[in-house]
């Protein structure tokens, strides 16, 4: 089922949860609704459930417009952070839920209702904890629960809210994966709200970056990785640094380098923002007259094959309102081995690429 978003606000009081929200999603696919909080991708979602009502707009599913028909009428499954399982149900009856409060001439028989939630079972690796109580499982067993129930009504549409959140990191990669592959294998469109970058790139065919209320973005992982289409995009997604400089007849200029930007060499002139990852920062012991950025290394982190280096700029720059606070850059823990560096040293960083937004172009 293919879903159509147009042109959707809604308010709370004085607060605009959104405004004048579009989106298409084709049959089959699993989108990721990622932002801060605060920025609307609940609010959309509910609104997709038929859980909240929008002030403005409309929701079409396969082309047919869904204002008007109650949440229990959509074929949604909806699947929330904190599991909302019921807690004097066993496993077996939490699934069979929603098969039981069918009306009576929908209601499959009991035998029905047992192979089904058998075979729901089986597909999140859990028909073995059928007799026991959620309060018996572990917080991602829970979760894989608490989906198999919303799969056991067949939903056209899977709805899901932060749906690892409240899982520790490790859990939450694993269902991460397990996630992906059961979509794959049911191929039922799927929206995920996540405010973790990592979740949304890993696990979704697209991405909708939203910021207040609006969608910023829309794109593959790669896409809004390796193009992000504003200053807040490349801010949100990953960790950056960011720099004041100047764009000159089509070259930037940041604390008197010169930047390299592919793929941007019709920059306006003006003052620019240069978003430089870590990895794209290339570090060097400070000698006399080198060219780069110099500052004091006063923090290293080395785990496993990386080193992460936190850097301050050794002069304030008064024309750069950036300079002078922490510098991030990661480097290949070998080559960090190799540099013979410590706390304290005197390093020159040089941007190896950057992501450059004129400055009267960036949106309020």
Not at 290 to 314: F, H, K
Request: charged share 25%; glycine share 8%; hydrophobic share 40%.
């Amino acid at each position: 089922m293919s879903i159509e978003i147009r042109h959707i606000s809604k308010q709370f009081g004085d607060f605009h949860a959104l405004r004048d929200v579009s989106l298409d999603v084709a049959s089959g696919e699993l989108v990721a609704l990622l932002g801060p909080s605060g920025c609307g991708k609940t609010t959309l979602l509910r609104i997709i459930a038929g859980l909240e009502t929008a002030g403005a707009g409309s929701i079409l599913f396969s082309g047919e417009d869904t204002t008007d028909v109650h949440v229990r009428e959509r074929q949604v499954g909806f699947v929330f952070q904190h599991y909302a399982l019921f807690r004097h149900m066993t496993v077996f009856e939490n699934v069979a839920f929603g098969l039981r409060v069918k009306p009576r001439s929908l209601r499959p028989s009991d035998a029905q209702i047992k192979k089904k939630v058998h075979e729901l079972l089986q597909l999140v690796q859990l028909d073995w904890l059928a007799d026991r109580y959620p309060a018996q499982l572990s917080g991602g067993q829970r979760q894989r629960i608490a989906l198999a129930r919303a799969l056991a009504v067949e939903p056209k549409v899977l709805l899901l809210d932060e749906p690892f959140g409240a899982l520790d990191a490790k859990v939450r990669k694993e269902l991460r994966r397990w996630l992906r592959r059961l979509h794959d294998e049911l191929n039922v469109t799927s929206i995920f709200v996540t405010h973790d970058q990592e979740e949304a790139l890993e696990v979704a065919d697209r991405v909708v970056l939203m910021n207040s209320g609006r969608i910023e973005q829309v794109g593959s992982p790669q896409d809004v990785w390796d193009h992000p289409a504003s200053p807040f995009v490349y801010g949100f997604l990953g960790d950056v640094n960011l720099f004041h400089g100047r764009s000159l007849e089509g070259e930037v200029q940041v604390e008197g380098i010169r930047l390299d930007t592919p793929g941007q060499q019709d920059l306006r002139d003006g003052k620019a923002l240069a978003y430089v990852r870590p990895h794209d920062l290339s570090v060097e012991r400070y000698a006399p007259g080198a060219s780069g950025i110099v500052a004091t290394l006063t923090r290293a982190i080395v785990v496993g094959p990386i080193a992460r280096l936190e850097l301050e700029p050794v002069e304030t720059n008064p024309d750069n309102p950036g300079s002078g606070t922490i510098i991030e850059a990661q480097l290949p823990a070998q080559q960090f081995r190799d540099l013979g560096l410590a706390e304290g040293d005197k390093v020159v960083a040089t941007p190896r690429k950057a992501r450059v937004f004129v400055e009267d172009w960036v949106s309020p």
